[in-house]
């Protein structure tokens, strides 16, 4: 029965019967290779939330405001591996978001904070290591 990679479920590979040091590297690393491609993780807030990197290169935030304004606080992009994308997205009517970085010097796409204030509106940041760009908005 093959090993599966925790995530995604693909098989982990044996490399020369995993008898040398290339098929154990290979083998002890390859879910951290692998499961991290291709996917993302989605978190569901409805106050006031912290933006965090993890594993993945994606990470979705999907937010009920229930009318009011929420902030979403964004890491300091020089703490996180730069190419970093993070999606925030207003789920509910009445409401807005706004987004700011915990690094009160740090700019999102020239401002130093950003609003969503529609139903359905997204904006798609990228952390380049110093300052986070739009990169997709809607």
Known sequence: MPTLTPILGLNVPIV????DAWGTE???NWQNIVDPLGAAAV???S???LISAGIFPEKF????TGGLTVTGTLPDPGTIPAGKLFTVKILDVGGSIKLVCA??????DGGLNY???NQYAFVRLLANGSTYNVVGAG
């Not at 935030?61 to 009920?64: G, R």
């Open 61 to 64: 935030y999907l937010i009920t």
């Open 115 to 117: 609003f969503l204030n």
């Open 26 to 28: 290979t083998n002890a």
């Open 16 to 19: 020369n019967g995993d008898e």
């Open 43 to 45: 978190v569901n807030a």
């Open 47 to 49: 106050s006031n939330f």
């Open 103 to 108: 690094n009160v010097t740090v700019t999102i």
